[in-house]
T-cell receptor
Framework: DSGVTQTPKHLITATGQRVTLRCSPR?????VYWYQQSLDQGLQFLIH???????AKGNILERFSAQQFPDLHSELNLSSLELGDSALYFC????????????FGQGTRLTVV | GENVEQHPSTLSVQEGDSAVIKCTYS??????FPWYKQELGKRPQLIID???NVGEKKDQRIAVTLNKTAKHFSLHITETQPEDSAVYFC???????????WGAGTKLIIKP
């Protein structure tokens, strides 16, 4: 158990809908990262938050948004869902901004039908 | 920006043999290089990492080497076992404002 909790584990929804994925980082970790992993693909970096502030953006679509709350949990909002958004979404946390180990959650598997 | 290339995309080795996965990076300011293992359907987990002030690091059957001049680093797994079958990802980071730049992954298959 990495200490990073993601909910829900599985999500099935229809095209055009909106979903929210939730991540609770390890206790004390200030950095949260979101990644998208499509079937048999690598990890695509979406966005990084540190202590409530957005620090870096990767290949995140305009239909997607995220935030990190004062209690450091983070949410990834995906709207106007398309079939191609079906993927495994990982959240990872690390202690801070320096080069420390990133701990991954178990992921949320999103299926858009 | 930083780019990390990883080769090969698939590697099949006989159980007991060694496996080597190589990554190259583009940004000479990168100073942290972790390797993650992802088993089927599971989350990536750190297996070993190396920082730019070190040329080699070992942990039992796993070792990582770093060549800063050539800007490449490699993962070496000796005496491979069936449980080593997984996808392995390399990554690079510049440390401050930490953000990992990931390689595309290598699927390692251990043949019995």
């Amino acid at each position: 158990d990495s200490g990073v909790t993601q909910t829900p584990k599985h999500l099935i929804t229809a095209t055009g809908q909106r979903v929210t994925l939730r991540c609770s980082p390890r206790s004390g970790d200030l950095s949260v990262y979101w990644y998208q992993q499509s079937l048999d693909q690598g990890l695509q970096f979406l966005i990084h938050y540190y202590n409530g502030e957005e620090r870096a953006k990767g290949n995140i679509l305009e239909r997607f948004s995220a935030q990190q709350f004062p209690d450091l949990h983070s949410e990834l909002n995906l709207s106007s869902l398309e079939l191609g958004d079906s993927a495994l979404y990982f959240c990872a946390s690390s202690a801070g901004l320096q080069d420390t180990e990133a701990f991954f959650g178990q992921g949320t598997r999103l299926t858009v039908v | 920006g930083e780019n990390v290339e990883q080769h090969p995309s698939t590697l099949s080795v006989q159980e007991g043999d060694s496996a080597v996965i190589k990554c190259t990076y583009s940004d000479s300011a990168s100073n942290y290089f972790p390797w993650y293992k992802q088993e089927l359907g599971k989350r990536p987990q750190l297996i070993i990492d190396i920082r730019s002030n070190v040329g080699e690091k070992k942990d039992q059957r796993i070792a990582v080497t770093l060549n800063k001049t050539a800007k490449h680093f490699s993962l070496h797994i000796t005496e491979t076992q069936p449980e080593d079958s997984a996808v392995y990802f390399c990554a690079a980071s510049k440390g401050s404002n930490y953000q990992l730049i990931w390689g595309a992954g290598t699927k390692l298959i251990i043949k019995p």
